[in-house]
């Protein structure tokens, strides 16, 4: 279910890690009391399963509007997220990573969002100063519930671009982000269970947390295949205001049960 819920938010600017999160605590799964490296090494699972459909989205929408992907453009997508991950994701999880965070998160990112998107904006070309600006935005984005693709998306609104050009983005500078986050995460949950953990000749230890997280990464690819006809509908969208308010809306319901 984690990975259904991973894989559908994931192609949306609505936050995955916001819902995984939220919803676990609204459902009341034990998902929520598990060690805090246990939960980072199954969503690393989750965000490496959906990355590939990720990636196949971003590169069709470029080639549909006959766009290549520039390698020192995102680079500065890249920059100022992996710098400040490297640097303050631990300290952003310990003191930002909770439900009332994420939730305060997902409003206010809603709202900027739908304030964003009612700039006019009609260039379908982005600059070196795009990238840059979606890139700082992705740094704020670390904190659950801003949601990688909705920072790329308002930044790259308030800068001037049009819709389908934000979305084309928005998607491309996920994927290098992403891809850096699950290396990121993926070693320090290694090294966490390495010390944390006795050897063991029978592999069995190794097996059992290994099983759900498979089964989870094939959920989050599954569902995020599926979702696959919303990134069309998103790119021909004439407002966010719905999934702006969408945001907004669920931000209240995680607050009430803090």
């Given at each position: 279910?984690?990975?259904?819920?991973?894989?559908?938010?994931?192609?949306?600017p609505v936050?995955?890690?916001?819902?995984?999160?939220?919803?676990?605590?609204?459902?009341?799964?034990?998902?929520?009391?598990?060690?805090?490296?246990?939960?980072?090494?199954?969503?690393?699972?989750?965000?490496?399963?959906?990355?590939?459909?990720?990636?196949?989205?971003?590169?069709?929408?470029?080639?549909?509007?006959?766009?290549?992907?520039?390698?020192?453009?995102?680079?500065?997508?890249?920059?100022?997220?992996?710098?400040?991950?490297?640097?303050?994701?631990?300290?952003?999880?310990?003191?930002?990573?909770?439900?009332?965070?994420?939730?305060?998160?997902?409003?206010?990112?809603?709202?900027?969002?739908?304030?964003?998107?009612?700039?006019?904006?009609?260039?379908?070309?982005?600059?070196?100063?795009?990238?840059?600006?979606?890139?700082?935005?992705?740094?704020?984005?670390?904190?659950?519930g801003?949601?990688?693709?909705?920072?790329?998306?308002?930044?790259?609104?308030?800068?001037?671009?049009?819709?389908?050009?934000?979305l084309?983005?928005?998607?491309?500078?996920?994927?290098?982000?992403?891809?850096?986050?699950?290396?990121?995460?993926?070693?320090?949950?290694?090294?966490?269970?390495?010390?944390?953990?006795?050897p063991?000749?029978s592999?069995?230890?190794c097996?059992?947390?290994?099983r759900?997280?498979?089964?989870?990464?094939?959920?989050?690819?599954?569902?995020?295949l599926?979702?696959?006809?919303?990134?069309?509908?998103?790119?021909?969208?004439?407002?966010?205001?719905?999934?702006?308010?969408?945001?907004?809306?669920?931000?209240?319901?995680?607050?009430l049960?803090?």
């Amino acid at each position: 279910m984690l990975g259904a819920i991973q894989g559908a938010t994931e192609l949306l600017p609505v936050s995955s890690s916001g819902h995984l999160s939220l919803l676990p605590r609204l459902l009341g799964w034990e998902f929520t009391a598990l060690p805090g490296d246990a939960r980072k090494s199954f969503e690393v699972a989750l965000h490496a399963g959906s990355a590939p459909v990720v990636a196949a989205a971003a590169v069709r929408l470029q080639r549909r509007a006959g766009e290549r992907p520039d390698a020192a453009f995102l680079a500065l997508t890249l920059l100022p997220p992996a710098a400040v991950g490297f640097m303050l994701e631990r300290p952003i999880e310990e003191r930002l990573g909770g439900v009332r965070s994420a939730s305060i998160a997902q409003i206010a990112a809603g709202a900027a969002l739908l304030a964003a998107d009612r700039r006019p904006g009609d260039r379908n070309r982005a600059t070196a100063g795009d990238h840059l600006a979606v890139g700082l935005a992705q740094a704020v984005a670390l904190v659950p519930g801003i949601s990688r693709s909705g920072a790329a998306l308002t930044a790259a609104r308030m800068r001037g671009l049009s819709r389908p050009a934000a979305l084309r983005l928005s998607l491309s500078a996920a994927v290098p982000v992403t891809l850096a986050a699950i290396a990121l995460k993926g070693a320090r949950a290694v090294t966490a269970a390495r010390g944390s953990r006795p050897p063991d000749p029978s592999g069995e230890a190794c097996g059992r947390p290994l099983r759900p997280a498979l089964a989870g990464a094939g959920a989050a690819f599954a569902s995020a295949l599926a979702a696959w006809p919303l990134v069309d509908r998103l790119e021909r969208t004439r407002s966010y205001a719905p999934l702006a308010a969408y945001r907004i809306a669920i931000g209240p319901i995680g607050l009430l049960k803090t």
